[in-house]
């Protein structure tokens, strides 16, 4: 290696490390080859891994087709240039003497007591070097952030100062000509004849720095993994070429790679390739409209419960992919329940599309250990894929390795896909992802590491289904990665059935200042659709907004839903007797009232309740007439129960096949809001507690859903039975008090009227769902009587007061601060944000409002120790031994949010589980002998029917 070094300045770069002896193998590795070693891994990443787009993106900052690749890999390899400060050279007390030794010096004293984090100083001494090589000051601008945020958050441009007047920096001659000489070999080794060489000619979006933001990351992480990089500690075998061959190793033993690459356009006959089926009107409508955008941007699919809008939506995927150059997808579902059958739709769709990636498609959200699907992809116990990086926090103080690397269960899990991929923080790197759109959220908030959530979706296409269901406070969150994805000119594809008209276009607004790197778009010229199913597509063109609007009619006719309303006083739950047995409350009495006239001939019955308490109790009244044909699902059933109920609901009301059992001759099933979306099930009439318009309208989905089933005389007509309130002659109905407090009034009221209106009388769906969404929600038009005004108008004050709060309470978590959505670089980006990395359960409370709520593990103890719930014996400590491990995790189950505070303080893992990778994490609620325990002041206790069961405290 000769580039005109002088003899000190070699022998300084010869000592001057990146990563000490424990954290590299045993051997100290320089700080030039951790550079070229994180520079190689960066054209693996381009060559391997990076979209079409990124590609594209890259060239046209770097200043042409062929120059993104090299500046790609400079700009990922520069990034640890500040560990060259005496900040870090210190740290390592062996390492450390022979960089003194070298002249390299510093006042012990003074960088001893001050601490100061490699990246910022790197921040600073990139903005040096660079402005010596003479860069603009706009070009420095955009860069620095990049070095000075690669452990996981950008500092603002007054945070890189050295508070001790350059001790930590580096003060001399000496620090200064082996800081240049650094980053100039490192530059030259690149191939660039000198750092001005380097300068790109376009500034990128601020999204796209974030998203480059987080492929440095990527590319140091796995630089930084000491398996494959063996510290290097003699100069003249640091090399870029050395590097390559290690990198190339790496790689390919770690089995990382991209999506599709260059995805062909679709042709003719899509839908019979892909789902075995020709394709609906409304999917041959989104179809078009995908293949005359402009250029990347937002696509809204509205459609009806049972249109196909899933198909619809991953056809749609593959003609964006195609024309924009995406490599890969993600889809977010509104739950972790209805993110596990996508997940099996996706990979058969992927392997269609691509034989041979199925395989690749990652599960992503915080139960994914319970599907058994996902499980079976992985293979035995290995090692933990994020516990060879070490060195990456070398000089963070403070840190624990598990608050950077740990994820429950991560280090039990194996290549498929890559098992790297299946560490924390890196699920949204995976080519194709499935998971909650909380992942999606996740990227739009001001925490650590927020940049490797952007790059994992930088180069994919985004699908985000049932969006209606995001309310007011996640609605932030939605639109705020709307404006990245936006700026990011990542395609989103949007689905719901029930979206209300001014959702639609917040989430058109978002997306398209976004796109126009704008605080705010005007959308004035948006056109409302005017039929059903729709398809809304808007893009920002050289000119300004760019829409296209289109609607079509439904593949099946309307249903004439007949209304009928049920009343029930607003009174309190069953009172329970001397007996110790409950008292069947006037509401479940006129409901089992009306099934047994309603069933003489048979039927199959969903029961909708708002409230997991009134299910139990509707579950206990049906059952008490209706015996074994009655079946109960709720979020308050442990893991096992509610995955085989759900599994039975669906294989005995689910859609015809070749699999599916005879329709049963009764079945009723009493089910809270989990029935309400994503639940493909047919019932032959629907009994439901009132609720907002769009979601009465979901559960009217599940109502007569599919063709050809054979039905009872008295049921050949679709009925939906509205009950939970009280109407009154005059007064406004009595809502019950537990639907209020999820709800709120307004919303129910206005509702109720359309309800009431509509009572013996009957409703066209899907004709009229826009148009019932659109009288509830929207505030001017007059929907209930002139006598209800004054308790209309007190219930509007509250919910838009209501509102109005949790908007404000997201603010401070979101990525951009208002006014900030114009800035041009990532500095301060993080400034006020979240200090520390986030579990799971932490980044779900920061992005769903509302009560927190936990999940606990039921355990028993009897004399010998603990068993689990089944009655297999754990031992005195709890252990599970590897056959048991999965039977302790099946008794999951979510605690009520007011037991959270009582859980949090008094549960922990048993002591058996501390060891565990797939328990450690889990909190162990044990129940006594007789199947009881109390928390919190509450006797909860759980029944192989009900499931947790919550008395009243004493």
Known sequence: MVYGLGPDTERQLGVLWGKSARRAGGTKNLLLAHLLDTAAVAELIWDRYLAVSVKRMLDEVAGGPGLGRRFFAWLCGVHDCGKATPAFQHVDEDAADAVWRAGLTWDRYVVGKARRRHDKAGGELIRWALAQAGWDEDQIGWVWPLVAGHHGAFPSLGQLRDRTRGHLQGKGQAWTQAQSALVTVFTKELGFADLARVRPKIIPSRAAQLQLSGFVVMADWIASDERFFVGVDELEKVSMPAARERAVAAWEQLGLRGGWGTLASPGAGLFGKRFGCEPRPSQVQALEVARRMGAPGLVVLEAPMGEGKT????????????????DGLFVGMPTQATSDPMFTKVRDWVAKVSPGLGSQVALLHGKRRFNSEWRELLAAAGEDPAGHHGGVQEDEYGLEAEDWWGEPGCCEERKVPAEWFLGRMRGLLSPFVVGTIDQLLFAATRTRHVMLRMAGLAGKVVVLDEVHAADVYMSQFLMEGLRWLGQAGVPVVLLSATLSPAQ???????????????????????????????????????????????????????????????????????????????????????????????????????????????????????????????????????????????????????????????????????????????????????????????????????????????????????????????????????????????????????????????????????????????????????????????????????????????????????????????????????????????????????????????????????????????????????????????????????????????????????????????????????????????????????????????????
């Open 504 to 954: 639609r276009r917040d989430f058109v607004a978002a997306y398209l200042a976004g796109a126009a790197s704008l605080e705010e778009a005007d959308v004035s010229g948006l056109p409302e659709p005017t039929g059903y199913p729709n398809v809304t597509a808007a893009w920002m063109g050289a000119d300004g907004p760019q829409f296209l609007v289109e609607h079509t009619t439904s593949w099946r006719k309307d249903l004439d839903v007949r209304i009928q309303v049920l009343p029930e006083p607003s009174a309190g739950r069953p009172v329970t007797g001397r007996d110790g047995v409950s008292a069947v409350s006037a509401g479940d009495r006129a409901v089992t009232g009306l099934l047994e006239d309603r069933l003489r001939d048979g039927g199959c019955v969903l029961v909708i309740r708002n409230t997991v308490q009134r299910a139990q109790d509707t579950y206990t009244a049906l059952r008490a007439r209706f015996g074994d044909d009655v079946r109960l699902l709720h979020g308050r059933l442990h893991a096992e129960h509610r995955a085989e109920r759900t599994e039975e609901c669906l294989r005995l009301l689910g859609p015809p096949g070749r699999d599916r059992p005879p329709r049963p001759g009764r079945l009723i099933v009493v089910a809270t809001q989990l029935a309400e979306q994503s639940f493909d099930v047919d019932a032959d009439l629907l009994v439901t507690d009132l609720a907002p318009i769009d979601l009465l309208l979901q559960r009217i989905g599940r109502l007569h859903r599919h063709r050809d089933t054979v039905r009872p005389a008295l049921l050949k007509s679709p009925q939906v039975i509205v009950t939970g309130f009280n109407p009154r002659r005059s007064d406004p109905p009595e809502i019950l008090p537990a639907s209020k407090g999820i709800y709120g009034s307004y919303l129910l009221l206005r509702t109720a009227a359309l309800v009431l209106t509509a009572a013996a009388e009957e409703w066209s769906v899907p004709g009229q769902v826009p148009d019932l969404v659109r009288r509830v929600y929207a505030d001017e038009q007059p929907v209930v009587p002139a006598r209800w005004a004054d308790i209309e108008h007190t219930a509007y004050q509250e919910w838009a007061d209501t509102r109005r709060l949790r908007a404000e309470r997201a603010a401070p978590f979101l990525l951009t601060r208002i006014g900030e959505h114009a800035n041009t670089t990532l500095d301060g980006l993080h400034y006020g944000g979240s200090p520390a990395s986030l579990q799971e359960e932490q980044f779900q409370a920061l992005v769903r409002d509302g009560e927190p709520s936990i999940e606990v593990i039921l355990v028993r103890r009897n004399a010998s120790g603990f068993s689990t719930l089944k009655g297999r014996s754990l031992g005195v400590n709890g252990d599970a031994s590897a056959d048991l491990v999965e039977e302790v995790l099946a008794a999951t189950v979510r605690l009520p949010s007011k037991l959270t505070a009582a859980a949090e303080a008094d549960l922990r893992p048993l002591e058996g589980w501390r060891d565990d990778p797939w328990l450690r994490y889990s909190r162990a609620l044990v129940l006594d002998e007789s199947g009881g325990a109390v928390i919190g002041g509450h006797t909860v206790r759980y029944d192989n029917e009900l499931g947790l069961v919550v008395d009243a405290s004493p």
């Open 311 to 326: 198909n619809t939506a991953l056809a749609v995927v593959e003609v964006l992919a195609a024309r924009f150059g995406a």
